[in-house]
């Protein structure tokens, strides 16, 4: 009996904590890295500790850093697992070709693939959320006849006009039969890449063929779908005014990085297109290249100037989706006058008058 118990004990605590890194795992696809795998993010630090401090990096390497350093800030226990290890393990667990159970703990390798199944499951899970979300806020907005069938991704992409406006590069006027035919047609001038950015990105989804920053990413259909994926579905349907919440710039810590809502920006081109399955290319669009130019837009501004306009774009998803706190304009007057403060004004009295009455 005792064997048993033991065992079930241990079973136990296996499936408890192979439970938890997998849930810690759903949040690196959302925060840490889209497309990165953990491994590479390991590999590329210790490459840096190895090399002198000096040394020059490519722009792939230094992105692999910046998600490392997102990682261990956003999972704060990997540096001491990381630590309890010797050098022939570690170098184990980053090749990843053992999965073992050591001293009623996970470990470190299984730990990794417990996270990368979570990471994985998260994308898949946002993905099939907003393929049946995004048909329903393309159908209420522009009514398309027939409508998007969520269920049969056929009836999207370029060969829906609706889906078609949303996708059409930002440089070229769906409007226009002859951009519409060549686009469809994959004719020279015409290839959709992901060196134009989809109409969806921009605010009423029209560039400024002068400005084209100007509104942009803040297309209605973003901040629906980061309101989906970050808050909840139902937040999702009402994206007009301010959002009714904390100052997230200054209270969560999920605003310490701008990627949670870049990823969106995959998500819902994908919904939009005809694709069936989840791939990294569609047609002539590699969503990489499409997420690190986004990730480099706010990460690599070419300026103060820049950077001043991508923190303003921030402030401005900010307000959107949580809204923001306006304790700190209360006049010391206001304050005086709320009850609580008040109450409190009054307790002191009456506690001053009893101790001072005979």
Same mark, same amino acid.
């Given at each position: $009996?005792?064997?048993?118990?033991?065992?079930?004990?241990?079973?136990?605590?296996?499936?408890?904590?192979?439970?938890?890194?997998?849930?810690?795992?759903?949040?690196?696809?959302?925060?840490?890295?889209?497309?990165?795998?953990?491994?590479?993010?390991?590999?590329?630090?210790?490459? +840096?500790? %190895?090399?002198?401090?000096?040394?020059?990096?490519?722009?792939?390497?230094?992105?692999?850093? =910046?998600?490392?350093?997102?990682?261990? /800030? @956003?999972?704060?226990?990997?540096? &001491?697992?990381?630590?309890?290890?010797?050098?022939?393990?570690?170098?184990?667990?980053?090749? $990843?070709?053992?999965? #073992?159970?050591?001293?009623? !703990?996970?470990?470190?390798?299984?730990?990794?693939?417990?996270?990368?199944?979570?990471?994985?499951?998260?994308?898949?899970? %946002?993905?099939?959320?907003?393929?049946?979300?995004?048909?329903?806020?393309?159908? *209420?907005?522009?009514?398309?006849?027939?409508?998007?069938?969520?269920?049969?991704?056929?009836? !999207?992409?370029?060969?829906?006009?609706? !889906?078609?406006?949303?996708? !059409?590069?930002?440089?070229?006027?769906?409007?226009?039969?002859?951009? &519409?035919?060549? =686009?469809?047609? *994959?004719?020279?001038?015409?290839?959709?890449?992901?060196?134009?950015?989809?109409?969806?990105?921009?605010?009423?989804?029209?560039?400024?063929?002068?400005?084209?920053?100007?509104?942009?990413?803040?297309?209605?259909?973003?901040?629906?779908?980061?309101?989906?994926?970050?808050?909840?579905?139902?937040?999702? &349907?009402?994206?007009?005014? %301010?959002?009714?919440?904390?100052?997230?710039?200054?209270?969560?810590?999920?605003?310490?990085?701008?990627? /949670?809502?870049?990823?969106?920006?995959? #998500?819902?081109?994908?919904?939009?297109?005809?694709?069936?399955?989840?791939?990294?290319?569609?047609?002539?669009?590699?969503?990489?290249?499409?997420?690190? =130019?986004?990730?480099?837009?706010?990460? +690599?501004?070419?300026?103060?100037?820049?950077?001043? +306009?991508?923190?303003?774009?921030?402030?401005?998803?900010?307000?959107?989706?949580?809204? *923001?706190? +306006?304790?700190? %304009?209360?006049?010391? @007057?206001?304050?005086?006058?709320?009850?609580?403060?008040?109450?409190?004004?009054?307790?002191?009295?009456?506690?001053?008058?009893?101790?001072?009455?005979?």
């Amino acid at each position: $009996m005792t064997t048993v118990a033991g065992v079930e004990f241990g079973f136990s605590l296996y499936s408890r904590q192979t439970n938890y890194y997998v849930a810690q795992g759903r949040a690196i696809r959302r925060v840490v890295t889209l497309f990165d795998s953990l491994e590479d993010l390991v590999t590329e630090n210790d490459r +840096r500790y %190895d090399d002198e401090e000096d040394a020059e990096t490519t722009l792939d390497q230094d992105r692999l850093q =910046i998600g490392y350093v997102v990682f261990t /800030n @956003t999972m704060r226990w990997f540096h &001491k697992k990381a630590a309890e290890l010797d050098y022939e393990e570690y170098g184990q667990m980053l090749k $990843m070709v053992d999965f #073992h159970y050591v001293n009623d !703990c996970l470990g470190f390798t299984e730990l990794f693939f417990q996270l990368r199944q979570g990471a994985d499951a998260a994308r898949g899970d %946002d993905t099939s959320k907003l393929k049946s979300l995004v048909s329903e806020w393309v159908n *209420r907005e522009f009514k398309p006849d027939p409508p998007v069938d969520p269920d049969d991704k056929h009836s !999207c992409g370029f060969t829906n006009d609706a !889906c078609g406006r949303l996708l !059409c590069p930002s440089e070229l006027d769906w409007n226009n039969p002859a951009v &519409k035919a060549g =686009i469809r047609d *994959r004719a020279n001038g015409f290839i959709v890449t992901d060196l134009s950015f989809p109409a969806f990105v921009y605010e009423t989804y029209t560039a400024n063929p002068d400005d084209l920053e100007e509104g942009l990413f803040k297309g209605k259909i973003l901040l629906q779908a980061y309101k989906a994926v970050f808050t909840s579905p139902s937040s999702a &349907k009402d994206v007009e005014g %301010d959002g009714d919440g904390v100052d997230i710039i200054r209270n969560n810590r999920r605003a310490n990085r701008s990627s /949670n809502a870049l990823k969106v920006k995959k #998500h819902v081109r994908f919904a939009l297109s005809s694709v069936t399955s989840w791939w990294s290319v569609d047609g002539d669009f590699d969503y990489v290249q499409f997420w690190q =130019i986004i990730v480099d837009f706010f990460e +690599r501004p070419p300026g103060r100037e820049a950077q001043r +306009r991508v923190n303003k774009l921030l402030e401005w998803w900010t307000r959107k989706v949580f809204g *923001r706190s +306006r304790r700190d %304009d209360l006049s010391q @007057t206001a304050r005086e006058k709320l009850s609580v403060n008040a109450l409190a004004r009054q307790r002191e009295a009456r506690a001053d008058a009893a101790f001072d009455s005979p």
